[in-house]
């Protein structure tokens, strides 16, 4: 007996599910589910969100960068690499060969699981959307976000996006609600307090204390860490590694005509990394130590939608 592939896919396609990862993705985000729907807001104002998503576990790091330069950079009409991604001593970790037409880059030896920094509001929203159209040739134009050329003004996420820049209320709550709790931590390490930057103490975070910066495995100091360097003792509620400090990151509040960022750096203290650390800042804006970001995602299909589907191919077969 035959399955009727073409009903079940419809089925698959009504129920907003992926069934296949296209062969040329080169790029795989491990995501974490946020559920816990209609939570309050926090104090702030901020945390609130109705709906189940997804957000990625890490920060988007300079292979996973690299991956897209490749892809969608061969001419750069649209500066989504920066030389400084190459000369930065903090940060650097991609370097770029040929000409025009023919660019090719490579991340640094060392630095392929360290997040990706000097990326604009429209970089990274234009990862998004060649992301959202299944990488390889797929546009960075369009898709999550309708850009067609644009490196300026505010530009907002499409209805139909499939991975997005998170709205400051998903990464917020990502980063700092704990159902368990039934509430919020100060800092998005599952804690009210943030004592020390060194790796593999518990809630410790990659950001500038009393006693300066970062002190990493290998002895040295300074800079951007690997995502995910501080462990599960540093994860907030949710799964997510580094939403305290390392880098700032991107999001999608818009304040006149700024953008948000949050979650701190290793170059600013505490104060930063905390809940109330909000920051705004221009979309076009590329620093070592305040741009990078991390996308949202729609959910897995719930097993209520699966079942729905296996049971859609029996009824089809038993007709056949």
């Known amino acids: 007996m035959k399955y009727n592939t073409r009903s079940f896919l419809g089925l698959a396609v009504l129920a907003g599910v992926s069934l296949v990862t296209p062969a040329f ?40 960068y690299s991956e897209f330069l490749n892809a969608a950079a061969k001419s750069d009409p649209y500066a989504l690499y920066s030389t400084n991604m190459a000369s930065n001593t903090p940060t650097a970790g991609i370097t770029r060969s040929g000409s025009s037409g023919n660019y090719s880059y490579a991340a640094v030896a060392g630095s392929e699981n360290k997040p990706i920094t000097f990326v604009s509001w429209f970089d990274a929203a234009r990862f998004c959307n060649w992301m959202h159209n299944g990488q390889g040739a797929g546009s960075a134009e369009d ?10 003004g505010i530009y907002t996420k499409n209805a139909n996006a499939t991975v997005w820049i998170p709205s400051e209320d998903e990464w917020y709550k990502a980063a700092y609600y704990d159902a368990t709790k039934g509430g919020y931590w100060l800092y998005p390490t599952q804690s009210d307090t943030m004592t020390t930057n060194d790796i593999g103490v518990a809630g410790a975070a990659n950001y500038y204390d009393a006693n300066g910066f970062a002190t990493y495995v290998d002895g040295t100091s ?25 880098i700032y990151e991107w999001n999608d509040a818009v304040v006149g005509s700024s953008r948000g960022v949050r979650g701190g750096n290793w170059n600013h203290s505490a104060s930063a990394v905390a809940s109330s650390g909000r920051g705004l800042t221009n ?23 699966l079942t729905m589907l296996a049971g859609g191919v029996l009824v089809t077969r038993r007709k056949r």
């Open 25 to 64: 993705a080169g790029v795989n985000i491990g995501y974490v589910d946020v559920g816990n729907i209609n939570n309050a807001a926090d104090t702030t104002g901020y945390g609130a969100v109705a709906y189940n998503y997804k957000i990625a576990r890490n920060e988007t790091t300079i292979s996973q």
């Open 143 to 152: 898709g999550a976000y309708t850009l067609n050329g644009a490196m300026s």
């Open 222 to 246: 300074w800079g951007i860490t690997d995502v995910g360097a501080y462990g599960e003792n540093s994860k907030s509620a949710y799964g997510t590694n580094d939403q305290a400090g390392n």
């Open 283 to 305: 979309p076009s804006t590329e620093y070592p130590y305040y741009n990078g970001f991390r996308v949202a995602s729609v959910p897995e299909p719930s097993a209520m939608v």
